[in-house]
């Protein structure tokens, strides 16, 4: 099965958008915007400790915003240890993670390292690569 979907390492953005732990909430913000992408990886040094999402911005945004919220760090809003994936775990594998937890990416991990992420847009061009395969 792994040959014919392949793993993670295939499919997954390679050195993915980190923010230290203390950087505001404002600047998250404004990185994911400029970047234009939907989720952070939140680190204490090498060390991942969590992950943000446009979901958790935009459900923080729809509210009454206390006035320092955006300048508080991003660590209020993250959520803590992400579920997260091996390099060589197959795509097929990864995509059941994402959808079973109801969660949007997997931060890839080599050992300590954070090596990547896959998102569920990888995990959709991984499935449409098959299906759309000749003789598939």
Same mark, same amino acid.
């Given at each position: 099965?792994?040959?014919?979907?392949?793993?993670?390492?295939?499919?997954?953005?390679?050195?993915?958008?980190?923010?230290?732990?203390?950087?505001?909430?404002?600047?998250?913000?404004?990185?994911?915007?400029?970047?234009?992408?939907?989720?952070?990886?939140?680190?204490?040094?090498?060390?991942?400790?969590?992950?943000?999402?446009?979901?958790?911005?935009?459900? +923080?945004?729809?509210?009454?915003?206390?006035?320092? +919220?955006?300048?508080?760090?991003?660590?209020?809003?993250?959520?803590?240890?992400?579920?997260?994936?091996?390099?060589?775990?197959?795509?097929?594998?990864?995509?059941? +993670?994402?959808?079973?937890?109801?969660?949007?990416?997997?931060?890839?991990?080599?050992?300590?390292?954070?090596?990547?992420?896959?998102?569920?847009?990888?995990?959709?061009?991984?499935?449409?690569?098959?299906?759309?395969?000749?003789?598939?």
């Amino acid at each position: 099965m792994t040959r014919r979907f392949g793993t993670v390492r295939d499919w997954m953005t390679h050195l993915p958008e980190t923010v230290p732990v203390d950087c505001s909430i404002r600047a998250a913000l404004g990185r994911m915007r400029n970047s234009r992408i939907r989720h952070l990886l939140v680190v204490d040094g090498d060390r991942l400790v969590g992950i943000v999402s446009n979901r958790d911005l935009r459900r +923080l945004l729809a509210g009454d915003l206390p006035p320092d +919220l955006l300048a508080q760090p991003v660590s209020r809003i993250m959520t803590e240890g992400p579920v997260t994936a091996a390099p060589e775990m197959p795509i097929a594998a990864a995509a059941r +993670l994402l959808l079973e937890r109801k969660i949007g990416s997997l931060p890839v991990r080599d050992g300590d390292a954070i090596i990547g992420v896959l998102t569920t847009s990888d995990a959709l061009e991984a499935l449409l690569a098959v299906v759309e395969r000749p003789g598939a």
